[in-house]
């Protein structure tokens, strides 16, 4: 079972030391890492990296799993580095809608598939491992595009930090259906034999314009394998406990690059029906993601889905309720909702923000540009009053 998951699963056994010991092999590569997320001024940098570095290299001698990776590498070194360099304030909430550690025979409790809306490439699955990580829960492994393994330091780093691949380049429709098949056994043998928690987007790619619905594609890729052994809808969500996931940036490091892509995107497709992306394009992403500014950061998760619920429709219904009433607002959402709308509906919200540096920041940018900006700030706003307005019929 193990084998026939191989080219999908994070690196287990053997696997994990053979590629530690690449790791510890190509030193300038981990150092050059930890200098991209590490963000202070020059003094306190130059400390705080070489003290990073020394603990690192000590650390690739004392790992042996990936979830020891996560937890003295992932979390304790390198989260709070970006935490301390990047982030204002880390917060998260709903911790306590997961079942008890000691409901369950397995360390941290009952293994969850969380379903997230993605703005960043890594943080968004690495902040939530630091949520549970730091209330006692199990960490999870992450599903990842392929595209993201541009290199064999790459593919170490993520296979050594529990990602999950999908093969994203895939072009016959039989390929694409095994790939399907084989990534929901590995998911359904993850969460029943493994006990290892699942963290997914809510739909492939970043969200480019703040819009955070939910592909009822994930819901029916994450059923197949159980379908295959005849079980139905509810019984699948009693046994994968389906956890929605909010994650909020009061500032996304990548809202210009993302609204760029966006627009040559929509270009491309009303033109010639195709884009492709430049080769390191999420690369670069990655990159100002961990690095830049984010000011305060929220994870909110919500309730495990009812497994009384019909069918993926339903259950993609509720997910994107949770997702868009538990996303936490900031003021940079309530700011570009009046903004975009010429309204000052929510002006108490943002007083003592300097709006004006906020859109002198944009200023330089075409206006398409600036436009998928803002409305990727404001999107959540009206996300979370139409689920208002739902709820009062």
Known sequence: ????????????????????????????????????????????????????????????????SYTDFQEYITCDLFLSMIESSS?????????????????????????????????????????LDLALFRNGRQMCEMVIGDNLLVNQFATDMFKVNGAVTIRRSLSSASDLRNETLSVSRYLKYAIETKKKSIWIAQKSGRSKDGVDNTSAAILKMLYLAYREEGLSFQQFLERASIVPVSISYQYDPCDVTKSQEEIRKLKAEGVYNV??????????DLIRG?????????????????????????????????????????????FAYDYINGTTDYESKYANMNTKAFVKHYRHLKPEVRDMVYKGYANPVISMLEEKSLESL
């Open 290 to 334: 961990l690095r830049l500014p984010k000011g305060d950061v929220h994870i909110q998760l919500g309730t495990p889905l009812d497994p009384s619920l019909a069918d993926a429709r339903t259950a993609v219904r509720e997910i994107d309720r949770q997702v868009h009433l538990n996303y936490k607002l900031y003021d940079t959402n309530y």
């Open 87 to 127: 982030i204002d304030e880390f917060s998260f909430g709903g911790v306590e809608n997961l079942c008890m550690p000691d409901d369950d025979q397995v360390p941290g409790g009952r293994p969850h598939i969380f379903i997230s809306n993605h703005r960043d490439i890594v943080l968004d699955t690495a902040l």
């Open 275 to 284: 884009y492709t992306k430049k080769k390191y394009a999420d690369v670069l």
């Open 1 to 64: 079972m193990v084998d026939d998951f191989k080219d999908i699963a994070p690196y287990e056994g053997q696997d994990f030391e053979d590629a530690i010991s690449r790791l510890r092999q190509y030193p300038q590569f981990l150092n050059n890492f930890t200098d991209i997320i590490s963000r202070h001024n020059r003094i306190v940098n130059k400390w705080k990296s070489f003290h990073a570095k020394s603990l690192l290299a000590h650390l690739l001698t004392q790992v042996h």
